[in-house]
């Protein structure tokens, strides 16, 4: 029978069991994917541990994960897009399952020369850079400061400025200093002193004037530091500080609109070679939990992927 990763309690890694379940039947509307592989996200691990449920219980076994990479198998009426046995990748809820069903728009299709894991490892971090990027409306020639800049979305964010021809000063520990430089941006140390190192470079002679805008995937309080180095008027985005406020401060949940088709610039990017996904580990799906004590310790460098025969 088909498998799926589900939880009852909300709780730590331990809570999660992979448990036989139908194969789901499309509705008009709705694609049946064969799920190959599955990316793992922070956000999964905040609504497994009850972070993101308000307080409500849970009533019904949930399921986890929202990218996914697969095969097309099934159709809840005709598709305009779609005929079948098509490799894409995509995000539904529950991915971590053998099939999963989506709605065509959540659909992109993966190029022969991209794996499912990779492609798998796209979605979330790569529809939030192409986002943000988007918000900040960066420009080539244009400065970026960058907080989190070797995470999955950093890393993601760095790689599209970079190819839009953009600076980027990126805070990040001292371990992925090499790491920032070899995707073209300038690394600062993130923690205490980070504001002084950021001017350090600001004022080397063969250094940017100013920060044009600023992203924020870090979440640690850095948005009232970086209120003090943007120019006048400069936009300034986090995703990851939902108490930030300030001048020309937004924080972004993901809703606003115009970037529909985020995830299909994603995988263009990724398919073209201007960004290169980074996959920290893959585990196959009865090894779930061991995935996502993974993910929870934040020390990965990149991406965690479920892998589904």
């Known amino acids: 029978m088909p498998r799926a990763v589900v939880f009852e309690s909300y709780g730590g890694p331990e809570v999660l069991n992979v448990v036989d379940v139908p194969r789901p039947e499309p509705e008009p509307g709705q694609i049946r994917v064969r799920v190959t592989a599955a990316g793992l996200n922070p956000y999964d691990s905040k609504v497994r541990s009850g972070a993101m449920s308000g307080g409500k219980p849970i009533t019904r076994p949930r399921r986890v994960g929202t990218d996914f990479a697969g095969v097309i198998d099934g159709f809840g009426g005709h598709s305009d897009l779609f005929t079948g046995g098509e490799r894409v990748v995509g995000q539904a809820t529950g991915a971590a399952a053998d099939f999963v069903l989506a709605t065509a728009e959540k659909l992109v299709v993966l190029p022969d020369h991209v794996d499912d894991v990779t492609g798998a490892a796209i979605g ?15 420009q080539p020639g244009q400065v970026l400061l960058l907080h989190a800049a070797a995470g999955g979305v950093g890393s993601f964010v760095t790689q599209l ?10 805070t990040a520990s001292a371990a992925n200093q090499d790491y920032l430089r070899s995707l073209g941006a300038v690394p600062v140390v993130y923690g205490d002193g980070w504001v002084e190192r950021v001017r350090a470079v600001l004022d080397r002679p063969d250094g940017p004037d100013q920060v044009d805008a600023v992203i924020d995937a870090a979440g640690r309080g850095v948005v009232e530091g970086s209120l003090t180095l943007v120019r006048d008027g400069g936009p300034i985005v986090t995703i990851a500080d939902f108490a930030a406020s300030g001048p020309n401060v937004h924080v972004s949940t993901g809703g606003e609109p115009g970037f529909e088709h985020a995830l299909v610039d994603a995988v263009a990017a990724v398919s073209r070679g201007a960004v290169t996904v980074r996959v920290a580990a893959t585990y196959p799906l009865e090894q779930v939990r061991e995935a996502f004590t993974d993910v929870d310790g934040g020390s990965s460098t990149g991406k965690v992927v479920l892998t589904l025969g």
């Open 161 to 170: 400025a970079v190819e839009r021809g953009a600076t980027v000063i990126g």
């Open 124 to 138: 979330v971090v790569g529809t939030t850079a192409v986002r943000t990027l988007g918000l900040v409306d960066l």
